[in-house]
């Protein structure tokens, strides 16, 4: 799951960059935004992976779940203000929503696993 998860915050990110390279000048601040936070999406991901510590990885973890939020927020934006921009934003849509659910998860059960071992 860890590799998957590596190449797929990668490629988010690099969706992210491509998918924003098509976007009007308009858009520029919200390009701005989205290559950020969804390239900091996999930085982070890549940084919790060398967690010290169990906090540590759950306080990385919840980095990636802000940056994801953030992403899809923009995504969100862009699919409002510009509705020929579809198929190919909603598919971004859809991975980051599928990439949230995970990571919510994978904090939700590490945080139990913790608490049953105190």
Wanted: charged fraction near 30%; proline fraction near 2%; aromatic fraction near 8%.
């Amino acid at each position: 799951m860890k590799e998957e998860l590596l190449h797929r915050t990668k490629k988010f990110a690099i969706d992210g960059w491509k998918l924003c390279q098509t976007l009007p000048n308009e858009f520029l601040d919200y390009k701005k935004q989205l290559v950020r936070s969804s390239s900091s999406v996999g930085a982070n991901y890549r940084a919790a992976c060398r967690a010290k510590s169990t906090n540590d990885f759950i306080n990385k973890l919840k980095i990636v779940e802000e940056e994801l939020d953030e992403s899809l927020f923009f995504i969100e934006l862009i699919l409002e203000l510009s509705p020929k921009e579809n198929n190919l934003w909603k598919s971004m849509h859809d991975e980051g929503d599928q990439l949230l659910a995970i990571l919510v998860k994978s904090i939700t059960t590490i945080k139990a696993k913790q608490n049953y071992k105190s």
